[in-house]
T-cell receptor, first 114, second 114 residues
C-alpha cells in the first residue's frame, strides 16, 4: 500500500481567504486525485492531478476556485480559493498505482470556513 | 458516466451476527470494485477489492461477491465485532484507458451492538 500524508490536518479560515492543502505520497504513483467529502456524505471527485499538465476537473468544479499543482510523481497541492462557509468540508487526497488499480487515501484535511 | 447505488444506508447488528451491504453499478466497462471502511475522523481505508474476472474473494471475516451480469456486488462481514462499526463505501472504476477515478456509493453506517 501507499502511505499518504496531508497538511494541514485541519484548519479554520475566514471567508474570502484561500487555503493550500499539501499531499505527499511515500512512493511514486501514476495518478493522484482530490476528493471532497461533506459532513455525513460520500466522496465527490474534484479533479485528477496530472503530472506535468493541467488538472482534469469534474463537472461543477473549476480551476479558478480549486487550483491544483502536481510538480512530480509524489506530491500535489489543492488550493481552495476565496472561501465561503459552503466550502467547509473534508478534502481528501488519493493516489493509485496503475499496475494494481488499488487507490489509497490520505487522512483528510478538515476545513471550517467562518 | 458511472453511477453506484448502495444499500442500506444504515445497518445495526448484534455482535457475532453477519452484515451484508449491497451495491449496483451502471457502467459495464467498470472492472474494479473496492470497498472502503471509514472510521470517524479518518480517511477511507481499503479493506477488500474484487476484479471483474473473479466472482468471489475472501479475507478472513470479510468477503466480496460480484455478479457482472446483474451489475451488482456485495460486502459480507461475518462474526461482527464492535470494532467493525464504521461507515463502509463501495466504489467502481473502469480500467485501461478509461476513467481512472473511483465512483463511490453513498455509504452504509454499520453499528455493531455489543
Amino acid at each position: 500500500s501507499a502511505v499518504i500524508s496531508q497538511k494541514p490536518s485541519r484548519d479554520i479560515c475566514q471567508r474570502g481567504t484561500s487555503l493550500t492543502i499539501q499531499c505527499q505520497v511515500d512512493s511514486q504513483v501514476t495518478m493522484m486525485f482530490w476528493y471532497r467529502q461533506q459532513p455525513g456524505q460520500s466522496l465527490t471527485l474534484i479533479a485528477t492531478a496530472n503530472q506535468g499538465s493541467e488538472a482534469t476537473y469534474e463537472s461543477g468544479f473549476v480551476i479558478d476556485k480549486f487550483p491544483i499543482s502536481r510538480p512530480n510523481l509524489t506530491f500535489s497541492t489543492l488550493t481552495v480559493s476565496n472561501m465561503s462557509p459552503e466550502d467547509s468540508s473534508i478534502y481528501l487526497c488519493s493516489a493509485d498505482r496503475s499496475s494494481y488499480n488499488e487507490q489509497f487515501f490520505g487522512p483528510g484535511t478538515r476545513l471550517t470556513v467562518l | 458516466g458511472e453511477n453506484v447505488e448502495q444499500h442500506p444506508s444504515t445497518l445495526s447488528v448484534q455482535e457475532g451476527d453477519s452484515a451484508v451491504i449491497k451495491c449496483t453499478y451502471s457502467d459495464s466497462a467498470s472492472n474494479y470494485f473496492p470497498w472502503y471502511k471509514q472510521e470517524l475522523g479518518k480517511g477511507p481505508q481499503l479493506i477488500i477489492d474484487i476484479r471483474s474476472n473473479v466472482g468471489e474473494k475472501k479475507d478472513q471475516r470479510i468477503a466480496v461477491t460480484l455478479n457482472k451480469t446483474a451489475k451488482h456486488f456485495s460486502l459480507h462481514i461475518t462474526e461482527t465485532q464492535p470494532e467493525d462499526s464504521a461507515v463502509y463505501f463501495c466504489a467502481a472504476k473502469a480500467g485501461g484507458t478509461g476513467r481512472r477515478a473511483l465512483t463511490f456509493g453513498s455509504g452504509t453506517r454499520l453499528q455493531v451492538q455489543p
